[in-house]
């Protein structure tokens, strides 16, 4: 049985109604991108293109992917506006909000 694909986007609206994903830019390649979750509810961040938001995680095209894969020490948290993403475990990034 095949595995829907995920809508972030639907996921976000659905969660926050009236509101639109806050954009930010990828720190390694200042790529815009916009924070939803995963399907496990983990904070993930999402490509947004000239169309607009999509369901692509900018993990999957990010440049500088391999750079997120070292693992950092976990950093004081100061706020949702500079979240740390730990994706399944193996992928962090910072992003400026
Ligand atoms: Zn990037």
């Known amino acids: 049985m095949p595995v829907e694909p995920w809508d972030a986007k639907a996921a976000f609206k659905a969660q926050h109604p009236g509101h639109k994903p806050p954009l930010a830019r990828c720190r390694s390649c200042d790529a815009r991108i916009w924070w939803g979750e995963t399907r496990t509810g983990a904070r993930c961040p999402y490509d ?15 440049p500088h992917a391999q750079q997120h ?14 979240p740390d993403v730990d994706d399944d475990g193996r992928v962090r990034i910072r992003v400026r909000g």
């Not at 894969?69 to 706020?79: C, D, H, Q, S, W």
């Open 69 to 82: 894969t070292k693992r950092a020490p976990v950093p004081t948290r100061r706020g949702a506006a500079d």
């Open 48 to 62: 947004v293109t000239d169309e607009g938001y999509t369901n692509t995680s900018h993990f999957a095209t990010c």
